[in-house]
């Protein structure tokens, strides 16, 4: 029915009861069809009745008011060491040899620094989740309730792998958050987010799911994020995103940022499950145990497709196997593409990671592979993923080499995404140097790609350790290294 825009002003008396006619009329005839409504469905749910009022025009606001008083703020300190002065790359040994620590050159001396992140309570006892950068290293936390209420709040267990920790505060009866299943949420749903951005108090902000199952992002080494374009800033770390009902669906962890480092819309969060399943394991062994397969896998490109003779690019290629690790104890050999992990298909390589880190340790797996054309089952018995200490042991050079006191670990896409290097960067990547080292002194630093060693080139831990040891004992090592993406040459 086409409608005409009168000017209200200029119509007769008559004209307004004829309105007044109409609109009583359109009235009743609401009235009934609701009241027909109403007699079928004489009990709405929950659901239905928020998201009538969010049709209403009222938002979400009986969602938050449930919500809120379970979402927390969290400040942290921790003393850290600093010099007093900034000095160029070698130099404050340089002075120091000849001035000592005196002449203006202090030692580096401890100071205070702070950090806002958030948190969610889950448990009427006072256990808290939030994420692992939130609390890492704090020497004290402190957490302020909705009501400003303020705890200390004691650090139960982290787990590093997916960024998540769990805290204790001391009391009963706090507002929780009832958990959802976070398999069950799909991309479109609604999603709220809620902590402590920019520190400047709780703030909500509204949005969607945006996609689920992400990874490969290099964010975390067990990735299963859900994605939500819901505004999450710095500060929002370890706070909510909950469903149209208020239900935890995630832990916000991350955000892709541009220049300005805020919002983008693009954020993302640990799945509530995988969150749960870390918060038991926290509780029941005081940390967080993760299945440990021992392989570098990468993902299958056509090109690779083709050469290894599957049929598509789905699954996981194994590109090296760790020494006397779990896949080296088992059939699985260089090359295999394992297609799926207890008969669930296997996408990728994160995929891979995701689902092996969630799976406890001593648990026999089926990896289904493919090799030369041929599909083959091959059982392998997870071990406990290795500690940094265990795989520095695992990944250091020989002791009487000259690059004793180096740590090197495969450049994954992930790490060279991290290091904000080109993808198709080889090498091996320098995860600690140890500061007495002849290397330290040479100038190897942390977060350098080496891409050869004496002239020849290393793609892997394999070529690398084969490489530093036909070096001579005593003779220096010529290292080619990149460093955010200029190379340069060292003499060790």
């Known amino acids: 029915m086409e409608l005409e825009v009168v000017d209200m002003r200029s119509e007769s008396f008559r004209g307004r009861r004829w309105m007044a006619a109409v609109a009583m009329v359109a009235a009743m005839a609401v009235t009934g069809f609701y009241g027909l409504r109403a007699a079928e469905n004489p009990a ?109 709040a004691r650090v139960v267990g982290t787990d590093q792998r997916t960024d998540i920790a769990v805290l204790k505060i001391d009391g009963s009866n706090f507002p929780v958050l009832t958990l959802a299943d976070s398999s069950k949420v799909e991309v479109g749903d609604i999603a ?168 406890d340790p001593n648990q026999t797996v089926t990896l289904k592979v493919m090799r030369n054309g041929s599909a083959l089952d091959v059982p392998v018995t997870l071990g406990d993923y290795p500690t940094k200490e265990e795989r520095a042991s695992i990944n250091k050079p020989e002791s009487d080499s000259s690059l004793q006191g180096v740590t090197v670990e495969n450049l994954t896409p992930d790490t060279a995404q991290e290091l904000k290097l080109p993808a198709t960067t080889k090498g091996v990547v320098v995860s600690e140097v140890d500061p007495a080292s002849h290397a330290a002194d040479a100038g190897l630093k942390p977060g350098d790609v080496i891409q050869q060693v004496n002239h020849q080139a290393v793609t892997n831990m394999r070529e690398f350790t084969q490489a530093v040891g036909a070096s001579k004992k005593d003779d220096s090592v010529l290292l080619l290294v990149d460093r955010g993406g200029n190379t340069l040459f060292l003499a060790v």
């Open 44 to 152: 709405p749910t929950i659901k239905t009745a928020l998201r009538s009022e969010a049709a209403a025009g009222r938002g979400y606001s009986a969602v938050v008011k449930r919500v809120v008083p379970a979402v927390v703020n969290i400040s942290t300190s921790k003393m850290v060491k600093q010099t007093a002065m900034d000095m160029p790359d070698g130099s404050d040994n340089m002075f120091r040899q000849f001035f000592g620590n005196g002449r203006g050159f202090e030692a580096p001396r401890p100071h205070s620094e702070k950090a806002l992140g958030s948190g969610v309570i889950i448990s009427p006892q006072g256990y808290i989740l939030t994420n692992n950068h939130v609390v890492d290293g704090a020497t004290v936390v402190t957490v302020t309730l909705h009501d400003k209420r303020e705890f200390k």
């Open 192 to 359: 709220l987010a809620i902590g402590n951005p920019f520190g400047v108090g709780q703030t909500v902000t509204a949005g969607i799911v945006s996609a689920t199952g992400r990874g490969n992002l290099g964010i975390e080494q067990v990735e299963d994020f859900i994605q939500t374009d819901a505004p999450i800033n710095p500060g929002n770390s370890g706070g909510a995103l909950v469903d149209d009902e208020g239900h935890l669906i995630g832990i916000n962890t991350a955000i892709l940022a541009g220049n300005s480092g805020g919002n983008q819309g693009i954020g993302f969060a640990v799945p509530i499950n995988m969150a749960r399943h870390d918060m038991d394991e926290i509780l029941a062994h005081g940390k967080v145990q993760h299945g440990y397969l021992g392989i570098l896998p990468q993902d299958v490109t056509p090109a690779l497709a083709k050469a290894f003779q599957v049929n598509d690019t789905n699954g996981a290629l194994v590109g090296e196997i760790t020494p006397d690790s779990p896949a080296a104890h088992s059939s699985l050999k260089q090359g295999d593409v394992i297609v799926a992990l207890n008969g669930q298909p296997i996408t990728d390589a994160s995929q891979l990671r995701t689902r092996i880190g969630m799976l």
